[in-house]
């Protein structure tokens, strides 16, 4: 049963405008959302983080939200650059109980020229 | 900067050959993990450690092992390789309990013929 869903598996969106990746979430004691970024044939690499008491996290580009009653988080990219071309991981865990993280199969994003 | 080291970025094995994969961190980190990923199926969780000789089954331990005999030091064995462990290999680590990101590896391409 997938705890952590992407059911978009690729998005193209035109350079300067902006990209929302989505992602859903089953398991209601997800408390810690990831994002994580991977280029082919290199590791991912984080992006964003949000903790469950919070709905909105920003950093730079990237604003991740967090709606609690939908179970439902997305990733705001604007504006969209060319380098922003990758795969993108949705990941959730439970803190305290142990370290594991939950990803989503990923969405691969492409940005238009 | 965390660093995650992978012995091999690109292996090709035989049939039956026993096959080590091998990861090093260079933070510290208590927590390491193995992942596999595969088009369409994401990232799955093969195996994790929590601390030196402490080891935890992940989502698809068939067909693999582990090593933990350092902190630094996470090794993947596959006992007898077969042609469905083809795949993507990444190594992560995280340290527990206060930064819940896990910092990602280059991974190794596995192929088995």
């Known amino acids: 049963d997938q705890q952590v869903k992407q059911n978009s598996p690729s998005l193209s969106v035109q350079e300067g405008r902006i990209s929302i990746l989505n992602c859903d979430y089953t398991?209601?004691?997800?408390?810690?959302f990831l994002w994580y970024k991977k280029y082919p044939a290199e590791g991912p690499t984080f992006l964003i983080s949000i903790s469950s008491i919070k709905d909105k996290n920003e950093d730079g580009r990237f604003t991740v939200f967090l709606n609690k009653s939908a179970k439902h988080l997305s990733l705001h990219i604007v504006p969209s650059q060319p380098g922003d071309s990758a795969v993108y991981f949705c990941?959730?865990?439970?803190?305290?109980?142990?370290?594991?993280?939950?990803f989503g199969k990923g969405t691969r994003l492409h940005i238009l020229p | 900067d965390v660093k995650v080291t992978q012995s091999s970025r690109y292996l090709v094995k035989r049939t039956g050959e026993k096959v080590f994969l091998e990861c090093v961190q260079d933070?510290?980190?208590?927590?390491m993990f193995w992942y596999r990923q595969d088009p369409g199926l994401g990232l799955r969780l093969i195996y994790f450690s929590y601390d030196v000789k402490m080891k935890e089954k992940g989502d698809i331990p068939e067909g693999y092992s582990v090593s933990r005999e350092k902190k630094e030091r996470f090794s993947l064995i596959l006992e007898s390789a077969s042609t469905n462990q083809t795949s993507m290999y990444l190594c992560?680590?995280?340290?527990?309990?206060?930064?819940?990101?896990?910092?990602f590896g280059p991974g190794t391409r596995l192929t088995v013929t």
């Open positions: 933070m510290d980190h208590e927590n």
């Open positions: 992560a680590s995280s340290l527990n309990p206060i930064v819940y990101e896990q910092y």
């Open positions: 990941a959730a865990s439970v803190r305290n109980r142990d370290d594991k993280i939950i």
């Open positions: 398991n209601s004691m997800f408390d810690y």
